[in-house]
């Protein structure tokens, strides 16, 4: 599946009839929130370890809307089609969940995030995967370092960290693919992949983003293509320990993985730019 429409005002245009409800729903059962920093965390059959990472958000993010560092949080659960009650568990802890009615992949899920957050008027996105590899506390120091002033997206990662994997022919991915988008984007990043990250909104609003799946070097690329001052910062990637990856197999992964870098580059260096 395709996803063409860039993010913004564009994004609204009804071809998307699944994000275009989605997103009006949630508005409208949302009317007046305020919120500085939308934290997403796409989940799909993450029942068994959604709870542990909305547990492991720092004190001050648990509960919504509250403030970390004086900026108002929310923390935005999309779940699509999963059938382990996801959603139920996000709901239950009290944050704000959209559940789609069929499976899309997690570019799509964070894409609808994104919309949220363009629309609701939100200073930065945070994103967290939900599937317990990275600590969600980590985030505190992302937003710091956006407050800074000194990057508009920052990237974590496993290699300036630590990774509790042990899984080599990953770790050969990483850094080839870590080398190829440094390469592409001319700024050193280490792990292009980790499911963790903040930027402004600003950083991505009338990006454009297609991936439906394997979507973290598409937003990567696009961003840094268009003018986001890109940075990284240190995360330790923890083994799962409930729930099963989404993803395929390494080979596999690798080549969707690769296809993405090269789609999203030759897609961008020919987009104009004024
Ligand atoms: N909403 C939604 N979330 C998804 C989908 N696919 C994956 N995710 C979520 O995206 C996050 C990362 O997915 P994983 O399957 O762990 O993939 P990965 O971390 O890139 O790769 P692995 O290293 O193999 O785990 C998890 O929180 C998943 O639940 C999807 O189709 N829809
Ligand atoms: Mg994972």
Request: net charge negative.
């Amino acid at each position: 599946m395709q996803l063409s429409r860039p993010l913004g005002e564009a994004a609204l245009a009804p071809d998307d009839p699944i994000d275009n409800l989605l997103l009006e729903e949630f508005l409208e059962v949302n009317r007046g929130l305020a919120v500085d920093v939308l934290i997403v965390i796409p989940a799909y059959n993450e029942a068994d370890s959604l709870p542990g990472v909305l547990d492991r958000m720092p004190e001050t993010i648990a509960r919504m809307p509250e403030t970390i560092a004086s900026h108002r949080v929310a923390i935005l659960v999309v779940s699509d089609g999963s059938t382990d009650g996801t959603a139920k568990a996000a709901a239950d802890r009290g944050v704000l969940t959209i559940a789609a009615p069929i499976n899309r992949g997690q570019g799509a899920a964070l894409k609808l995030g994104y919309l949220v957050a363009i629309r609701l008027k939100a200073r930065y996105v945070a994103v967290v995967d939900a599937d317990g590899q990275w600590d969600p506390a980590d985030l505190s120091f992302a937003i710091d370092i956006l407050d800074s002033g000194s990057a508009t997206f920052v990237q974590g990662s496993r290699v300036l960290g630590s990774s509790e994997v042990g899984d080599s022919f990953r770790d050969l991915g990483v850094t080839f693919f870590g080398w190829l988008i440094s390469l592409l984007i001319g700024t050193k990043i280490t792990d292009t992949s980790s499911g963790i990250r903040a930027f402004t909104t600003g950083a991505i609003d009338g990006i454009r983003l297609d991936q439906p799946q394997y979507q973290s070097s598409e937003l990567l690329i696009a961003a840094a293509m268009s003018g986001a001052a890109v940075c990284e910062f240190p995360v330790t990637m923890s083994k799962r320990t409930a729930g099963s990856s989404k993803k395929a197999k390494n080979a596999l992964y690798g080549w969707y993985y690769l296809r993405a870098v090269i789609r999203t580059f030759l897609r961008e260096f020919r987009t104009p730019r004024p």
